[in-house]
């Protein structure tokens, strides 16, 4: 294990100190940014990007990415480094966990949308604390990010069931559990009429995510057995981890394929198991050729796969 660089008063030392009575596996640094740099995919919001889509350098996790989604809200992702100024450097470990899985700051702030939270609320206390750990032993960066304007009504998931992480020995319920950690239905399920996650509907896709200069929009896929039941699973595992659909379009790139890859095959498995047991519900969603829609040349697509 790596020294934790964090400076850690008394307080955290406690903190950490009773959390390890209580976990069953280990809280590690290394846990921390394995998630937070793989399944988690923190930094496809939380690290902003140049104009052509790479990530800014010298800016990990140091915020500022911009959701305008007027007049709903108009948020930035938090500069979640360790800066003390303009970012998380005097939270203690148990204020990032409560932050992460409860939605609220230490200033008694409820965070807003689309961090998503109601996935994060079900992490397990080990994984919730180990990205905390990670987080404080990241490079401060200063970075000052505006003040979100939220037009709707933010809320908390409540409190987090907490508890250990299931075991790899259950792949489905371990798949579940991933599934959940990696946001997948955050993205992955269609909206009811009021603008909520339509759950009877989950994974069903045609979430309109991102608006393109021309007009269209990008639609997350159908990833329910009805869309991917009949897909190998090489395929799948492509499309995780690679950006590259069953029929070779590339994948636009909210799709966090290149954090995935950072996953192991286990973890990936274990996600494509619990992916087959979802209920499956028909939705067909057109693809769209964003390449064309940003002026770049003709979408060059990948071979096709079973
Ligand atoms: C889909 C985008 C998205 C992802 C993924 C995401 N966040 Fe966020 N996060 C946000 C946004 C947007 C805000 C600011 C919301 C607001 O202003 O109320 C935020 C706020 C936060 C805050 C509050 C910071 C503050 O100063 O108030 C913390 C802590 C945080 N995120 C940690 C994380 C961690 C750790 C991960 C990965 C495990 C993560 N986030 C993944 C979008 C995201
Ligand atoms: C931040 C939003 C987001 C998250 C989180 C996300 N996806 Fe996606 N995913 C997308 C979008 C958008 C597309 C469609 C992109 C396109 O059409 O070019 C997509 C496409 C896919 C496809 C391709 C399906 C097809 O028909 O081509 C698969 C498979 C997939 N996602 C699985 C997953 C899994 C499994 C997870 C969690 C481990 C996940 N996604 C998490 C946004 C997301």
């Not at 009575?21 to 995919?41: F, K, P, W």
């Not at 709903?72 to 100024?85: G, K, L, S, V």
């Amino acid at each position: 294990m790596k020294t934790l660089k964090i400076g850690a008063g008394a307080a955290s030392l406690l903190t950490l100190a009773l959390w390890a009575t209580t976990a069953s596996t280990e809280t590690t640094v290394e846990r921390g940014q394995y998630l937070v740099d793989g399944l988690a995919a923190c930094g496809n919001c939380h690290t902003p990007r140049n104009p052509d889509n790479t990530f800014a350098e010298g800016m990990y996790l140091a915020g500022g990415f911009e959701f305008n989604e007027e007049p709903a809200f108009h948020a930035y992702a938090r500069n979640i480094t360790p800066d003390t100024e303009t970012g998380i450097g005097d939270w203690t470990l148990e204020e990032i966990v409560i932050a992460l899985r409860e939605g609220h700051t230490p200033e008694d702030e409820t965070i807003g949308p689309p961090m998503p939270m109601a996935s994060y609320n079900l992490l397990s206390d080990d994984d919730a604390m180990s990205i905390a750990m990670y987080l404080k032993s990241i490079p401060a960066v200063r970075n000052e990010v505006p003040e979100a304007v939220y037009n709707i009504p933010k809320f908390s998931p409540g409190p987090a069931p907490g508890g250990p992480t299931p075991p790899t020995t259950d792949p489905v319920a371990y798949g579940q559990y991933l599934t959940t950690v990696a946001h997948c239905f955050e993205c992955h399920t269609p909206t009811d009429d009021t603008g909520a996650p339509d759950m009877a509907r989950m994974g069903a896709g045609g979430f309109a995510i991102q608006a393109l200069p021309n007009g269209e929009f990008v639609r997350t896929a159908n990833i329910t057995p009805a869309a991917i039941g009949d897909w190998s699973d090489e395929a799948l595992r492509r499309a995780i981890v690679d950006g590259v659909s069953q029929n070779g379009h590339i994948l636009f790139p909210i799709m966090p394929s290149t954090f995935f890859h950072n996953a192991t095959t286990e973890d990936i498995d274990a996600i494509i198991a619990y992916l087959r047991t979802i209920p499956p519900v028909e939705n067909d969603v057109p693809k769209v050729d964003w390449m064309a829609a940003f002026g770049m040349p003709p979408m060059q697509n990948a071979p096709a796969m079973e």
